[in-house]
């Protein structure tokens, strides 16, 4: 941009989500378009929120004693078929290697859309007795997946993500650990991006290809789709009994060893965007913020404003992300520039708040100014404030769902709660022509039995969609 061309407006979430959406990832530099289709360029700005992730759920597998590996990015194609229900699964959005060089393979490598067939092979040549498990393992990777509809960290060609791939004695521990790591999920997200979310079970038909179980986190957008923002899959012996993982039991049997799966993605950036963003760009929770505090001079060209401002920028650093614009940009630039860079905190420092020993301070979720004193305790009052912050971003997320999430009595109802969008939680006998028939009619998806609803009495309680006995009472909405 030139120096006097000013920051171009952002489409009005309200008047179009979409182009909304893309003019945030776009002007908030998170995200650049790359040459081939579906694959994004992840800019600064959105490296460290993606390291920043990546560092805090470290913490949890290290506290957990996960350990973190690295697998080949190809898997030869007899591999990937011993698991049927898998490929059946991904095999629309495999990436297939057939030439290496000037020669053609003899066999087909797949370009790893998960990696479960992979840890499966390693799993059967390292696991030999219950005394080599629990095998707690995880990695960090991009993957494949060949999309045909794409959007910007929601569903993109290639992504990031970590996989978690464990190996257990008994059906039970791997139940115990798939769900441990959900909660870690939801923590994640909570603590980390001030995301609410619903936890619970997915439907048969929604569950991840060759799994018992799957488990999963889903939140609300603020245009009221859902997504899906982590998952943990209990998969049984499905995948040992494809790849032979056996083990001799405690009493010299031989059995075959218990797994999950469990992973999140980049899309949680995506989910970041939607719900706390606004009309003047992002906006970022304190504590995934590459930047949590920005330093604006005002009337730097005063003497000892600079310097001030400098002062003030080496007193923070101790504490926080911080960063001084001292570029020679108008002073309103820089706010707008900061405000579309969702920066949590912005500071003004001129003449006379260095003579009034104070700092002009502005919070980005509600564009509130105050003033802070200049002094030994004002690390410990912005503390409290990025603090303030995450918390109303996380409840004003938190009230926006729970107004969004509604029960439905009747089919006709069911219909019109899910044309205006949000959760709609309704009885369901199980069966899979009423999803079907649902999504064609609505769009709307089963998007979890959440755990609250998974022990209720439903006698009597009958289907909306085809009046049969309801088994069970679920989260629908149309999703990302």
């Not at 059946?88 to 990696?115: D, Y």
């Not at 998952?231 to 056996?246: M, Q, R, Y």
């Not at 105050?370 to 410990?380: F, G, H, I, R, V």
Request: charged share 30%.
């Amino acid at each position: 941009m030139g120096k006097q061309e000013f920051v171009k407006e952002i489409t009005s979430r309200d008047v179009d989500f979409a182009q909304w959406y893309t003019d945030v990832v776009v002007k908030g530099e998170l995200a650049a378009y790359s040459g081939v289709k579906g694959s994004m360029i992840l800019r600064p700005t959105a490296t460290a929120i993606w390291e920043n992730i990546r560092n805090e759920f470290n913490k949890h597998l290290e506290r957990l004693d996960h350990e973190n590996v690295m697998m080949p990015l190809l898997i030869p194609e007899s591999l990937l078929l011993k698991e049927a229900e898998h490929v059946e699964g991904f095999a629309p959005e495999v990436a297939w290697v057939t030439e290496g060089g000037n020669n053609k393979l003899a066999e087909r490598l797949a370009i790893r859309p998960t990696s479960e067939v992979l840890f499966a092979e390693h799993f059967r040549d390292i696991i030999k007795s219950y005394r080599d498990l629990p095998v707690l393992y995880n990695q960090w990777a991009n993957v494949i997946r060949w999309e045909k509809t794409t959007r910007p960290f929601l569903r993109t060609t290639e992504f990031h993500w970590q996989e978690g791939h464990t190996c257990h004695e008994t059906f039970e521990d791997a139940d115990i650990e798939a769900r441990q790591m959900l909660t870690v999920y939801r923590d994640l997200v909570g603590d980390l991006l001030a995301i609410p979310v619903v936890s619970g079970i997915k439907t048969q038909s929604e569950k991840f290809a060759g799994a018992y179980e799957t488990y999963t986190n889903e939140t609300l957008m603020y245009d009221g789709k859902a997504l899906q923002l982590a998952t943990s899959h209990h998969l049984g012996d499905n995948f040992a009994k494809a790849a032979e993982i056996k083990f001799l039991d405690r009493e010299g049997k031989e059995q075959y060893v218990q797994q999950t799966s469990w992973g999140i993605t980049t899309r949680s950036i995506g989910a970041m965007i939607m719900v706390h963003s606004d009309d003047r760009g992002l906006v970022l929770p304190p504590r995934v913020a590459p930047t949590q505090i920005m330093i604006v001079p005002i009337m730097q060209h005063k003497e000892g404003v600079l310097e001030a401002a400098n002062e003030l920028k080496a007193q923070l650093k101790a504490d926080f992300k911080v960063k001084l614009d001292d570029s020679d940009k108008k002073p309103g630039w820089k706010f707008n520039e900061t405000e579309m860079k969702g920066i949590p905190v912005r500071i003004e420092l001129g003449p006379r708040d260095i003579e009034n020993k104070v700092v002009t301070v502005c919070r980005r979720d509600t564009l509130e100014k105050s003033t802070l004193p200049l002094d030994e305790n004002l690390n410990e009052n912005l503390m409290a404030l990025l603090d303030e912050i995450h918390e109303n971003l996380y409840e004003t997320a938190k009230k926006r769902q729970k107004e969004k999430t509604r029960h439905a009595s009747t089919k006709e109802e069911f219909i019109e709660m899910i044309k205006e969008g949000g959760f709609v939680i309704a009885p369901y006998s199980g069966s899979e022509q009423v999803e079907d028939e649902i999504k064609e009619l609505t769009g709307a998806t089963p998007r979890c039995i959440a755990f609250e609803n998974i022990d209720l009495d439903l006698t009597g309680v009958k289907d909306i969609w085809n009046g049969e006995d309801a088994k069970l009472m679920v989260h629908w909405a149309r999703a990302y």
